[in-house]
């Protein structure tokens, strides 16, 4: 049996509020459960939609975190599958219920029962611990400092293209170039589509660009995105704001996808018939299961993917919330354990 630890970490004790040190005594690790050293820790705008409690989920105290890089220190009697100092990566869910039909499928991120890191032990912290389930091992050829928001942002945008079968020859558009939409753009564009940015800027159009879009379009120009009606396979909104949808529904070829990642917290609207006539669909997803992660880190180690990053030390976790919520940040922020 594992010796219990202590876990030294940065929480928020009631909702809103500021981030104080914190310890947690872990008592005895579980048969599946992993613990790990934390390296790295994504910052995530979800992180801060928990912390304020804007989706009414909140527990506190919370330790928040949920991209998570580390090395194993100390596993149950029942993981074979890892050895210490086996780097690995936590992300959204910390554990599974892996009886149900959903998780005996495959799908185990949507998971009734499934286990949210942030609720749990996230990794705004010296270690966490997970359940053995939800831990993927950090393949060579991926940087460890800029792994962390593929667990989250990169799954996020990833998922989609497996999901719906996108297809190289596909016409792709994402709206809003930002810590989810960035790393879409290199996606699709190692992905083999054609790939258009929506945006709202000159400055935004030139990033887009370099960041793996073959074209542009002004997100603030009705006209321009009405003259691109019926170009599009697929569109994924990854903004957390409502928009005019009816604009980019007709923008959709015929059974065309209109995908939504971010989280928009008002009620969508949108016209039935274009989507009738045209029978294109409107959907959603949150991230993707533990193989669907192991798949994305193949690919973005065989194409040389890296999000883009800042980091902060850890003990900077205060000043580094306020650089997210400046919305400066580009495109994503990473605590960093490490000396």
């Given at each position: 049996?594992?010796?219990?630890?202590?876990?030294?970490?940065?929480?928020?004790?009631?909702?809103?509020?500021?981030?104080?040190?914190?310890?947690?005594?872990?008592?005895?690790?579980?048969?599946?459960?992993?613990?790990?050293?934390?390296?790295?820790?994504?910052?995530?705008?979800?992180?801060?939609?928990?912390?304020?409690?804007?989706?009414?989920?909140?527990?506190?105290?919370?330790?928040?975190?949920?991209?998570?890089?580390?090395?194993?220190?100390?596993?149950?009697?029942?993981?074979?599958?890892?050895?210490?100092?086996?780097?690995?990566?936590?992300?959204?869910?910390?554990?599974?219920?892996?009886?149900?039909?959903?998780?005996?499928?495959?799908?185990?991120?949507?998971?009734?029962?499934?286990?949210?890191?942030?609720?749990?032990?996230?990794?705004?912290?010296?270690?966490?611990?997970?359940?053995?389930?939800?831990?993927?091992?950090?393949?060579?050829?991926?940087?460890?400092?800029?792994?962390?928001?593929?667990?989250?942002?990169?799954?996020?945008?990833?998922?989609?293209?497996?999901?719906?079968?996108?297809?190289?020859?596909?016409?792709?558009?994402?709206?809003?170039?930002?810590?989810?939409?960035?790393?879409?753009?290199?996606?699709?564009?190692?992905?083999?589509?054609?790939?258009?940015?929506?945006?709202?800027?000159?400055?935004?159009?030139?990033?887009?660009?370099?960041l793996g879009a073959h074209k542009t379009l002004n997100?603030?120009?009705?006209?321009?995105i009405q003259a691109a009606a019926m170009s599009f396979?697929?569109?994924?909104?990854?903004?957390?704001?409502?928009?005019?949808?009816?604009?980019?529904?007709?923008?959709?070829?015929?059974?065309?996808?209109?995908?939504?990642?971010?989280?928009?917290?008002?009620?969508?609207?949108?016209?039935?018939?274009?989507?009738?006539?045209?029978?294109?669909?409107?959907?959603?997803?949150?991230?993707?299961?533990?193989?669907?992660?192991?798949?994305?880190?193949?690919?973005?180690?065989?194409?040389?993917?890296?999000?883009?990053?800042?980091?902060?030390?850890?003990?900077?976790?205060?000043?580094?919330?306020?650089?997210?919520?400046?919305?400066?940040?580009?495109?994503?922020i990473v605590l960093s354990q490490e000396g």
């Amino acid at each position: 049996m594992s010796t219990a630890s202590t876990i030294n970490a940065y929480a928020v004790l009631e909702s809103g509020g500021p981030f104080k040190t914190y310890q947690i005594a872990a008592g005895e690790l579980g048969a599946t459960e992993v613990e790990l050293e934390i390296m790295y820790c994504g910052i995530c705008h979800s992180d801060l939609s928990m912390i304020e409690n804007e989706w009414g989920i909140g527990q506190y105290p919370m330790i928040a975190g949920h991209e998570v890089i580390g090395r194993v220190t100390a596993m149950g009697e029942q993981v074979a599958h890892l050895k210490k100092g086996t780097v690995v990566g936590l992300g959204w869910n910390s554990g599974y219920c892996e009886t149900c039909h959903t998780c005996r499928i495959g799908d185990l991120n949507l998971c009734r029962e499934a286990k949210f890191t942030i609720l749990t032990n996230g990794g705004f912290a010296d270690k966490a611990r997970a359940d053995m389930s939800s831990l993927v091992v950090i393949p060579d050829g991926v940087d460890y400092a800029s792994a962390g928001p593929l667990l989250c942002a990169g799954i996020t945008v990833f998922n989609p293209l497996v999901q719906f079968d996108i297809k190289p020859t596909d016409k792709v558009a994402v709206i809003g170039i930002g810590g989810l939409g960035h790393l879409a753009l290199k996606f699709f564009h190692a992905w083999g589509c054609e790939v258009t940015a929506f945006t709202s800027s000159e400055e935004k159009r030139k990033e887009a660009l370099a960041l793996g879009a073959h074209k542009t379009l002004n997100s603030r120009d009705p006209a321009e995105i009405q003259a691109a009606a019926m170009s599009f396979d697929f569109i994924l909104s990854t903004v957390n704001v409502s928009l005019d949808w009816d604009l980019y529904i007709q923008a959709l070829k015929p059974k065309g996808r209109l995908h939504f990642v971010g989280a928009v917290t008002n009620p969508i609207q949108f016209t039935l018939f274009p989507l009738l006539f045209g029978q294109r669909s409107i959907s959603a997803s949150p991230v993707g299961s533990p193989g669907t992660i192991e798949t994305m880190l193949e690919f973005v180690a065989h194409h040389k993917i890296k999000p883009e990053i800042e980091i902060f030390p850890m003990s900077q976790i205060e000043a580094a919330f306020e650089h997210l919520k400046s919305g400066k940040a580009k495109y994503r922020i990473v605590l960093s354990q490490e000396g």
